[in-house]
């Protein structure tokens, strides 16, 4: 388990800024957030790289705050992987061990399996520079993980990485998190990266964590217009919420939805593109809020398709090509907005 209570840096003009946070044991944790957010600087606070102004960091029951880095027993991986240009992959991945000073036999041991875990028993005799990207990160994750760690860090480890070759090693840190079940903090700006990867996600934005949670509660439930903006809600508006009868929605002046927020008065309120279904007529449905707009801008986004409705405000909806082909999309096309009352996300 790794705790940090109330943990501080001030780096020049960069203040990490009372970090609490309780990462619990053989979890795969992810730390997301923008570039300059102070995601290394916190991954590199932990591993004992810069010595906290203020707050405590401990590991499995000890205070490690004021240890060295080579005592805390940490494994950490950076985005550019950092081997030995002058080894070859066998003691690149031996480092570690060697350092300890273990037998010829444990070495041996130790490096078939995880060898054979990373999948990179052919590498062993090659240099760094004759690697590809993938076969680095491999060669790196060996390393860091040889040595038997009670926390692994990741520093943006798949950020250089070609989509292709990025997607294929979600699937390996996940299979070889199983295997090994090492504390695991991994730092992304890719939000996508950490809903497959991770048990649970920490934003970090200025140098302050801003919220906790499972990716899809953070995905469904940001709490503020920063996060929702961040985690991919582009449908964002001000609005009051208001009660009639039993019931609660959200009024934006010309339009009012229904919603299962239990807040009240002033609030920002969010919709995910892909939780609005598009139609050319009205129809009956358990969906309770409805919108009639024109189609004011079509254009691609990766294999959908995003549609802005102009309905007295600007909704972006997200649909498939194959929708799109269906139901002749075109600007100036007038079509019902329909989605659900869960669908409306409510926070101040």
Not at 26 to 49: C, D, H, R, S, W
Not at 175 to 200: P, W
Not at 214 to 242: Q, T
Request: hydrophobic fraction near 40%; charged fraction near 25%.
């Amino acid at each position: 388990m790794i705790r940090l209570n109330d943990l501080s840096k001030h780096l020049g003009d960069f203040i990490l800024d009372g970090i609490n946070l309780t990462v619990q044991d053989n979890e795969y944790f992810v730390i997301l957030g923008p570039t300059g957010a102070g995601k290394t600087v916190l991954l590199e606070t932990i591993a004992g790289m810069y010595q906290p102004d203020k707050g405590e960091i401990w590991i499995n029951g000890c205070n490690v705050t004021s240890k060295c880095p080579e005592e805390r027993n940490i494994g950490f991986v950076y985005q550019d992987y950092l081997l030995f240009p002058h080894l070859r992959v066998r003691d690149n991945i031996l480092f570690g061990l060697k350092i300890r000073r273990l037998s010829q036999r444990a070495m041996k041991t130790a490096l078939e399996q995880m060898v054979a875990l990373l999948k990179i028993e052919h590498l062993l005799e090659r240099y760094p520079d004759t690697l590809s990207g993938g076969e680095q990160q491999r060669v790196a994750l060996a390393r860091a993980l040889i040595t038997s760690p009670q926390v692994l860090l990741l520093d943006e480890p798949l950020s250089a990485l070609d989509p292709p070759t990025r997607e294929e090693f979600q699937a390996e840190l996940k299979r070889i998190h199983q295997y090994a079940r090492t504390t695991t903090i991994h730092i992304t700006h890719d939000f996508d990266e950490a809903m497959v990867l991770a048990d649970r996600v920490g934003i970090i934005r200025s140098g302050k964590l801003e919220q906790v949670g499972r990716p899809l509660d953070l995905f469904h439930k940001p709490r503020s217009r920063e996060i929702a903006r961040f985690v991919g809600m582009e449908n964002i508006f001000p609005a009051v919420v208001r009660k009639y009868g039993q019931e609660k929605y959200v009024d934006l002046g010309s339009l009012r939805w229904r919603t299962l927020s239990e807040l009240d008065g002033e609030v920002q309120v969010a919709i995910r593109p892909e939780d609005i279904i598009l139609a050319r007529e009205d129809f009956t449905s358990s969906a309770q809020n409805r919108v009639r707009g024109i189609v004011s801008a079509i254009s691609p986004r990766g294999g959908m398709v995003k549609v802005t409705l102009d309905a007295g405000i600007p909704l972006v909806v997200l649909v498939t090509a194959r929708a799109r082909e269906e139901m002749e999309l075109e600007l100036g096309q007038e079509l019902w907005a329909i989605f659900k009352a869960t669908a409306v996300h409510v926070f101040k």
